[in-house]
Nanobody, 124 residues
Framework: QVQVTESGGGAVQAGGSLRLSCTVSGFRFDRSWMGWFRQAPGKEREGVSCISRSGGETYYLDEVKGRFTIYRDNAKNILYLQMNNLKPEDTAIYSC?????????????????WGQGTQVTVSS
C-alpha cells in the first residue's frame, strides 16, 4: 500500500518562510516524477511545482517562480518545497503527489498517489 505524507505546514506572516516535506512508502521513490499542488477554498487544485526523477528538471507555477524551490533527496525518500517570501494568496492546502502516469507534471490529473495535504496559512 502506497502512503504519501506531507508535513511542515503552518501559519506565518507575509514575507515569512516554510519548508514542506513529503515522504513516500510502499512505492519506489526515485522511479517517479513528483509534484506539489495546492487548493485554496473555493478554488480548483493547481500545480505549484514538479520535479523529475533525478531532480534535474523542475517546473513552477508562474506565481511562485523565484520564491519557491522544489528539491528531492532520493536517498532519504523525501520531497521538499522551500517557500520563501510567502504571500496571503499562497494560503491553501498543499499536497504532494507521485506515481506520474504520463503527461504534464503540473497537471493534477496525471498522478496515481496523493497525500492528505498540509495547511499553509499566510496572514498579511
Amino acid at each position: 500500500q502506497v502512503q504519501v505524507t506531507e508535513s511542515g505546514g503552518g501559519a506565518v506572516q507575509a514575507g515569512g518562510s516554510l519548508r514542506l516535506s513529503c515522504t513516500v512508502s510502499g512505492f519506489r521513490f526515485d522511479r517517479s516524477w513528483m509534484g506539489w499542488f495546492r487548493q485554496a477554498p473555493g478554488k480548483e487544485r493547481e500545480g505549484v511545482s514538479c520535479i523529475s526523477r533525478s531532480g534535474g528538471e523542475t517546473y513552477y507555477l508562474d506565481e511562485v517562480k523565484g520564491r519557491f524551490t522544489i528539491y528531492r533527496d532520493n536517498a532519504k525518500n523525501i520531497l521538499y518545497l522551500q517557500m520563501n517570501n510567502l504571500k496571503p494568496e499562497d494560503t491553501a492546502i498543499y499536497s504532494c503527489a507521485t506515481g506520474l502516469r504520463g503527461g504534464k507534471c503540473l497537471s493534477p490529473d496525471v498522478y496515481n498517489y496523493w497525500g492528505q495535504g498540509t495547511q499553509v496559512t499566510v496572514s498579511s
